[in-house]
């Protein structure tokens, strides 16, 4: 599957945007989606996962939510009050064995096989 990922920009803290990522698979709606990204000089990161099943996970309480829209094949992440940590590249990633139902493994990077090519949100002060 081939993602595309858009929707960034530059915003002033306390804005929002939604991030938008389009999946060329017609059998999306079988894929677990997430949301990384990275910082400069930092490590790549997770950032919300949403899997096949509906079961929804973020690390950005209350400022962040993941959706998607099987019929579009398009994942979502609509983020709210944007904090200058926040700036990074955000990318999407697929695949179709992330979750198991009991670990942690859906938040780990190597666990995704399907990436996006990102896209940059920068949050000015």
């Known amino acids: 599957v081939q993602l595309q990922a858009s929707g960034g920009g530059l915003v002033q803290a306390g804005g929002s945007l939604r991030l938008s990522c389009v999946a060329s698979?017609?059998?999306?709606?079988?894929?677990?989606m997430a949301w990384f990204r990275q910082a400069p000089g930092k490590e790549r990161e997770f950032v919300a996962a949403?899997?096949?099943?509906?079961f929804k996970s973020d690390s950005v309480k209350g400022r962040s939510t993941i959706s998607r829209d099987n019929a579009k094949n398009t994942l979502y992440l609509q983020m709210d009050n944007l904090e200058p940590e926040d700036t990074a590249t955000y990318y999407c990633?697929?695949?179709?064995?992330?979750?198991?139902?009991?670990?942690?493994?859906?938040?780990?990077?190597?666990?995704?096989?399907?990436w996006g090519q990102g896209t940059l949100v920068t949050v000015s002060s």
């Open positions: 990633a697929a695949s179709l064995s992330a979750y198991d139902g009991g670990s942690s493994r859906y938040t780990k990077s190597g666990e995704y096989h399907y």
């Open positions: 698979d017609r059998a999306f709606s079988n894929y677990d």
């Open positions: 949403i899997i096949w099943s509906g």
